[in-house]
DNA sequence: ATGAAAGCGCTAACAA
DNA sequence: TTGTTAGCGCTTTCAT
């Protein structure tokens, strides 16, 4: 037997039909003990090792792939703890239910094609995507033309798909108003790219209009909700440390009178970012300027501060996620889901000077 | 039309034979352009938006898919920037030749199945493993028994898999030789969990002995072909920077006539680790204690200070091992790899006290 | 340049 | 409980 054997090559060698056989290995239906046993000491025998999955998948006319569509390249959205936080807890509740996850690149260079090959040509039974694009995303668009169900995390809500978030703007809202009751009345703040393009650095008032990402715009929302006028923003390109700490050096350098007395960035690696940024500055914090971010991450190279931030649910989220799929899979139609956010007081905010 | 629409619509719509139709799409074949035009305004019509993979990847027995088995849970593989800046050099690789990667977790629990699900049933060409099993790894021979090919990063050289690695023992010997110079002649070093286990703390002889992983092995055999014979060996659980905190308050609680004047760490995370445990002893670094590592991250949260590590092409790794895929699936059996690494001299590294 | 026909490996009605 | 039959959607000889 040159090739690999197959279900047929396995039943005539047990003396059943293809149909037993393939129920020896499924178990979704009656057989005998007795047949079942021959037919997997034959399958032993020739060195089969269960039915190809194309061929069950063809038949079933499901993949088992749930594809992934990251933000952006790996390398960067892997950098940041909450994709791969989501991605760990969505990963844990679909495996049990024999899913697979297939990365997929997200747009990766302006002058490369809008869509990753795979978004096109994959197979896969739904699709997520993280960082949720905007209304007239390519990737959206592809995914609605081949009938793949989407699953939008953190993004727009768009008819069509499901959108799994959280209350970012109201946690935020929460957090600025902590602020505002420890006495600070300037405040600035570090946010997510605005969109696909990550401009980066200061950003006026016309800019701030066109945010084309929700996220950003949600938890901007949140400041001005709780009367938190910024004096300053700042878009970072990416949450990373080093644009936190760009960010402060921006934002930080002025004299004391009309200095910041608080910054709220939207991630806590911007945060961090910032903290960094600010001592190399020579401010103390929080003693000179509050420091606050979002999504209660765990920093231990922080230590011994700890960050006041926004904590976000991120592995319910995944498991979240993966349960919408589940039922997205069954031919359900789920409700859009958001998650609850608490605010936890760390050592990097305090009350603003002379207040 | 209440199903999707398959090939044989389309060429029924546009007048052709379900042949022809697929040659329009693949092109893989001699067909008229008005022909083709036809088809593909009939597939517009139809909202038919190309072959199904499933009926694709049947008939060709491809499924395009690479799975990529993480060496644990994805939350702890992916706080190392190592594994993803590796994987985001394969992807970056694999993407264009149509290839895409099955994410697929290793073992996770003691007690749970001793491969995922995945292993064992999902489609796929060719697999890869990321921190490369022992011998008699389960994952291993199941892939073997289905007759996946597989590769290996940075395992141990096995027949029957192709292994891409580093020269981190040669690396190691350099850094070592670096710190002898220097005239270090008590250094600890701290490493890589040992195996699955992940026992963690200070290991003496005995375990040192059974070292089953072998990037731990390797990169503390390099020391020893530099002729430093560690004074302590403190093996972590994890590549993270919280467990070289603890690592340095193990090693250099001591005084100052016994304490190590060097550490070596086999990761930048830990190395990193070290180096804030033992700014919280109160020593200083690198005049108290020089402090080294590997891999050669970008550590921004570490500024002003740069590690003095060993660094090793990662995206290049990735680079690699998707070449090496991608030989493999052209039936081609390429050689094992072994990427050169480089010692770069940071700011936590200087001459030993009293030297 | 196009069409007819076979079959990739499997599962699921249905019949026995 | 087991076998027969059909067909999932596609690609690819081979004829024409």
Redesign the interface.
């Known amino acids: 037997m040159s090739q690999?054997p197959t279900l047929a090559d396995v039943a005539s060698a047990a003396g059943v039909s293809v149909s037993t056989a393939s129920l020896a290995f499924s178990g979704a239906g009656p057989i005998a003990d007795a047949t079942r046993q021959r037919v997997l000491d034959a399958a032993a025998e020739l060195?089969y090792?269960?039915p190809n999955?194309?061929?069950r998948?063809?038949r079933s006319?499901r993949?088992?792939?749930v594809g992934v569509v990251v933000g952006d390249?790996?390398?960067r959205s892997?950098?940041d703890?909450v994709s791969?936080?989501l991605?760990?807890g969505l990963?844990d509740t679909i495996?049990p239910l024999?899913l697979?996850?297939?990365?997929?690149?997200g747009p990766t260079s302006p002058g490369g094609p809008a869509v990753?090959?795979?978004v096109?040509?994959?197979?896969m039974d739904v699709a997520v995507m993280l960082w949720g694009g905007t209304l007239d995303d390519p990737t959206l668009e592809?995914l609605a033309?081949?009938?793949i169900p989407v699953v939008v995390v953190e993004g727009h809500e768009l008819s069509g798909v499901v959108t799994v978030g959280i209350d970012d703007r109201g946690g935020v809202a929460e957090l600025a108003a902590h602020l505002r009751d420890l006495g600070h009345r300037r405040v600035a703040t570090v946010t997510l790219p605005f969109g696909p393009e990550r401009q980066g650095g200061l950003a006026d008032l016309a800019r701030r209009e066109q945010i084309a990402w929700s996220i950003p715009r949600r938890r901007l929302e949140g400041l001005l909700d709780a009367g938190v006028e910024p004096v300053g923003v700042y878009e970072a390109p990416a949450s990373?440390?080093?644009h936190g700490?760009a960010a402060a050096r921006a934002l930080l350098s002025g004299p004391p009178e009309t200095r910041p007395t608080a910054v709220v960035a939207q991630s806590d690696m911007l945060a961090?970012?910032v903290v960094?940024g600010a001592r190399?500055l020579g401010l103390r914090v929080p003693e000179d300027v509050s420091v606050a971010g979002f999504d209660g991450l765990d920093l231990?190279?922080?230590?011994?501060d700890t960050l006041t931030t926004v904590v976000q649910p991120i592995a319910e989220k995944g498991a979240t996620v993966g349960r919408v799929i589940q039922a997205v899979l069954a031919g359900e139609h789920p409700a859009d889901d958001v998650l609850p956010v608490s605010l936890r007081v760390g050592t990097t905010t305090t009350a603003a000077p002379g207040a």
Chains 1, 2 share one sequence.
């Open positions: 690999r060195g090792s269960g999955p194309l061929g998948q063809l006319g993949s088992g792939i390249a790996l390398r892997f950098r703890p791969v936080q991605l760990d990963v495996g024999g697979g996850v297939l990365l997929i690149p990753d090959p795979l096109e040509a994959a197979a592809a033309r081949r009938g990373l440390v080093e700490s961090a970012g960094l190399e231990p190279w922080l230590a011994p």
